[in-house]
C-alpha cells in the first residue's frame, strides 16, 4: 500500500504560480510512475502530466505543456507539479496517483492505470 497526500493548492491570481506537492508513504520501496491529473466541477478527471520512476521522462497534457513541469526527489518520496502562467480554466482539484511499474522509463496517461491516489487539493485561479 502506498499514501500519497498532496499540498500546495491555493487562490492565485491569473498569471500567477503555485507549486504543488505530493509526498508519498508506506510501500515506496517498489517502483512507482508517477502522475498529476485534475477534475473541474461537473467534468471528468483529466490527465494533467506524468513523470518515470527514474524521473527522466516526462509527458504533459497539451493545456498545460509549456506552463506546468513535473518533477521528482527520489530521496523525499515526493512528487511536484509547477504550475506557472495559470489560467481560470486551470481551476480544478488536482490529484496525485502513483501507478506500479516495472521499467523505470515508464509512464502512463490514463487513469486506469495507476493503483493509488490522494485525496486531492484544491486549486482556484482568479481572473
Known amino acids: 500500500q502506498v499514501q500519497l497526500v498532496e499540498s500546495g493548492g491555493g487562490l492565485v491570481q491569473a498569471g500567477g504560480s503555485l507549486r504543488l506537492s505530493c509526498a508519498a508513504s508506506?510501500?515506496?520501496?517498489?517502483?512507482?510512475?508517477m502522475g498529476w491529473f485534475r477534475q473541474a466541477p461537473g467534468k471528468e478527471r483529466e490527465f494533467v502530466a506524468a513523470i518515470s520512476w527514474s524521473g527522466g521522462r516526462t509527458t504533459y497534457a497539451d493545456s498545460v505543456k509549456g506552463r506546468f513541469t513535473i518533477s521528482k526527489d527520489i530521496a523525499k518520496n515526493t512528487v511536484y507539479l509547477q504550475m506557472n502562467s495559470l489560467k481560470p480554466e486551470d481551476t480544478a482539484v488536482y490529484y496525485c496517483?502513483?501507478?506500479?511499474?516495472?521499467?523505470?522509463?515508464?509512464?502512463?496517461?490514463?487513469?486506469?492505470?495507476?493503483?493509488?491516489w490522494g485525496q486531492g487539493t484544491q486549486v482556484t485561479v482568479s481572473s
Open positions: 508506506g510501500r515506496t520501496s517498489s517502483r512507482y510512475a
Open positions: 496517483a502513483a501507478a506500479s511499474t516495472y521499467d523505470i522509463h515508464n509512464y502512463y496517461q490514463q487513469r486506469k492505470e495507476y493503483d493509488y
